[in-house]
């Protein structure tokens, strides 16, 4: 889900919910929901975040979300 790559992209970074909400111009409990997956993020806020923790929209996608690599026949 989305929301544990949040949260696991805002711990590799060493950034609290306080401070990625302040980033953002949210409050904290904002942070948590999208986290616990209780607020649906847009995708204007996915970017957003991504940009606030430095990293692209790519890498906040789920793994099942992301395209397979393409296989070449030899």
């Known amino acids: 889900m989305i929301s544990s790559k949040i949260r696991t992209m805002r711990r590799q970074k060493e950034v609290t919910q306080r401070?990625?909400?302040?980033?953002?111009?949210?409050k904290q409990p904002t942070v948590s929901g999208w986290e616990k997956g209780?607020?649906?993020?847009?995708?204007?806020?996915?970017y957003q975040i991504a940009h606030a923790l430095n990293?692209?929209?790519?890498?906040?996608?789920p793994?099942?979300?992301?395209?397979?690599e393409p296989t070449h026949a030899q």
């Not at 401070?19 to 949210?26: C, D, I, P, R, T």
């Not at 990293?55 to 996608?61: D, I, K, M, N, Y």
């Open 19 to 26: 401070q990625l909400a302040a980033k953002l111009g949210v």
């Open 38 to 46: 209780e607020i649906r993020l847009s995708i204007d806020r996915l």
């Open 55 to 61: 990293v692209t929209p790519g890498e906040l996608l």
């Open 63 to 68: 793994d099942e979300l992301l395209p397979e």
